[in-house]
């Protein structure tokens, strides 16, 4: 077999090389030929995607697009990855959340594939304290590592564990978990916040008999849940670290003993590049820290990712697991240690043991039947994500530093500013919901009114007090169950008639943008039959812009005079007698819909 050398391999070389100038050209050509007037110099900038914090996302990303120096994989700035070999070991830590002292559940989550466990402890909010060892009935603690989440309730669900490793033999050197003392993140979800001084104390128990267990979590879903955005969610998870520090670092531990005390667990979202940047910023700021303090090796931070509770909606819950799996491979991509996939029906109660299957699946199926661990740093080197993840660091330590200055994470915390800040971000996000400008699948986009309701045993309910929870899908739930509320209270959903104008080629499309938009409020949308046959008090005139011209406004007067209350357009306004409403692409879909289940009367 002959091997050509290398520069008989060239692929495309006689082709000349096309410039960024001529490229920006060329998409400048074709948008102007969609219509849109622009420049060349401003096609680039057209074509690009806002995201949060001021963010923007290119087209294109080159050579050109540089990012400050990533490191290697296990070396400082750890943004490759707190250890050398990354996850190519067996994969990430697949670690299941339990609420309830289920020891069936545990075992049978530990059997297929789950390597720890993350139990929620707590007498009204989850396991209690005293259910500990029968919720961890069976399980070889020597094997399995155990994640507390114990809120106020910390030291005594450690204390318990502690003894119950004592009890069943196991060595002090073989415990591995963490005992889950967060008191910044109890105050941030409850408005509480506990003492120091014994999580101090169970740091120091730690660093000096157990090796293989920490003791703090440092949890940034708090602020994820209350609305905040990817950077806001880093900078309070940084402000939160470097308080530890101090209060360890105080009680007499080294920084590194510290750093070493510490686990950081943030959420992963369906939107995965932002997610892979997020874990790979927080590794590098967190290595800047460290290194100021004078621990730059100590810098690795181990990190705990979670699938979004804020992505995952009530209805269409099935949608769920496409959300996981996209949120999960991100997390894997962005190098996270450990990672938790929520059960499809975690926004509505205990999830059954189908669901819990799904979840832990949805690991081991790219763990192993996609090989996402067998690279090392998959998403290193790409121009995309290394200046998206340059961008995003640089914007999380903008507001972490804004948190030092206003005294810190407690403060701000109990000032209200880290609360004002996510309220602020929500706010926005929530009127891009609203305006489906972030469609929600099942939801805002393609709801099946139709679909029989999932139903599950409700679950504990979580600490609550401090900042809020919010989900996308919240507005239109609201709707949702108006329109549930009176589907049970009269035998019928709230109606409207979309009354199509002329040939299917013409009306086709707005009148199946007509049926989602309604649908998403509960509306149920009547298209068969004349308006009179429908039942419906409103209707809604879908057709071209050009029919529009034609006939609108006579069939709007015909609609009134058969009766219709309200008659709606699907189109951009225009000046048509009779019409009193217009919908379309980016109008605000929840007043519409509340509004007219108001008129309609429905609660």
């Known amino acids: 077999m002959t091997v050509l050398p290398d520069d008989e391999l060239s692929l495309a070389a006689e082709f000349p090389d096309a410039t960024h100038e001529q490229w920006r050209n060329l998409v400048a050509g074709v948008l102007r030929k969609s219509g849109k007037e622009v420049s060349d110099a401003d096609a680039e900038h057209a074509l690009s995607t806002a995201l949060e914090d001021g963010l923007r996302v290119s087209p294109l990303y080159t050579a050109l697009d540089a990012a400050p120096d990533p490191g290697l994989p296990g070396f400082a700035p750890f943004v490759r990855g707190g250890r050398a070999e990354g996850n190519t070991g067996g994969g990430w830590d697949v670690r299941q959340r339990h609420t309830v002292a289920d020891a069936g559940a545990v075992l049978a989550d530990l059997e297929n594939g789950v390597t720890s466990l993350w139990l929620v402890v707590g007498e009204h909010a989850g396991i209690p304290t005293a259910e500990l060892d029968r919720a961890l009935d069976g399980v070889y603690l020597d094997l399995a590592p155990v994640v507390l989440d114990a809120g106020g309730e910390v030291e005594p669900a450690a204390r318990r564990l502690l003894r119950l490793y004592e009890e069943r033999g196991i060595a002090a050197d073989a415990a591995r978990g963490n005992l889950g003392a967060d008191p910044l993140g109890h105050q941030a979800r409850t408005g509480a916040r ?37 950077a806001q969610e880093l900078g309070c998870s940084l402000a939160t670290g470097a308080a530890y520090l101090r209060e360890l670092t105080g009680a007499g531990l080294s920084v590194e003993q510290a750093c070493a005390q510490l686990e950081f667990r943030y959420a992963a979202t369906a939107d995965q590049f ?48 496409l959300r996981t799996t996209v949120a999960t491979l991100a997390a894997g991509v962005g190098g996270a240690d450990a990672v938790t996939v929520l059960p499809f029906d975690d926004a509505l109660g205990l999830p059954d043991s189908f669901a819990r299957r799904i979840a832990r699946n949805t690991s081991t199926i790219l763990i192993e039947e996609s090989h996402l661990s067998r690279v090392i740093d998959p998403a290193g080197g790409s121009w995309y994500v290394e200046r998206l993840t340059d961008e995003l660091a640089s914007a999380a330590w903008e507001f972490f530093q804004e948190i030092e200055r206003a005294g810190g994470q407690a403060t701000a915390l109990r000032c209200g500013m880290v609360g004002e800040r996510l309220a602020e971000t929500w706010s926005v996000r929530s009127a891009k919901l609203a305006k489906r400008r972030e469609p929600v699948t099942g939801v805002s986009e393609f709801p099946h009114l139709a679909e029989k309701p999932v139903v599950r045993a409700p679950a504990p309910a979580p600490p609550s007090g401090g900042l809020p929870r ?134």
């Open 470 to 603: 919010v989900r996308r899908d919240e507005a239109f739930e609201a709707l949702r169950a108006r329109s549930d509320a009176h589907l049970a209270a009269t035998g019928a959903r709230p109606r409207i008639h979309l009354a199509a104008l002329g040939p299917a080629a013409a009306h086709t499309a707005r009148l199946t943008f007509a049926a989602n938009l309604f649908q998403a409020g509960g509306i149920e949308p009547v298209t068969e039959g004349t308006f009179e046959e429908s039942g419906a008090l409103e209707v809604c005139l879908c057709s071209s812009d050009a029919l529009y011209e034609e006939q609108a406004e006579a069939v709007a007067g015909r609609l009134r005079a058969a009766g219709a209350k309200h008659v709606f357009l699907a189109g951009r306004p225009g000046p048509y007698a009779g019409v009193d409403t217009y919908v379309f692409a980016g109008c605000d879909a929840v007043s519409v819909l509340s509004a007219t289940l108001d008129r309609m009367g429905v609660s």
């Open 194 to 230: 506990y003492d120091i001084a014994p999580v101090a104390e169970l740091a120091r128990l730690c660093a000096g008999r157990h090796p293989g267990l920490r003791a703090l979590t440092v949890d940034a879903l708090p602020y994820h849940e209350a609305g905040g955005s990817a």
């Open 274 to 321: 932002l997610t892979v940047a997020k874990l790979r910023a927080a590794r590098r700021l967190w290595a800047r820290i460290a290194e100021v303090c004078g621990a730059p090796r100590a810098g690795a931070q181990l990190q705990h990712a979670v699938t979004s509770p804020v992505m995952m909606t009530r209805r269409d819950p099935w949608v769920n697991m």
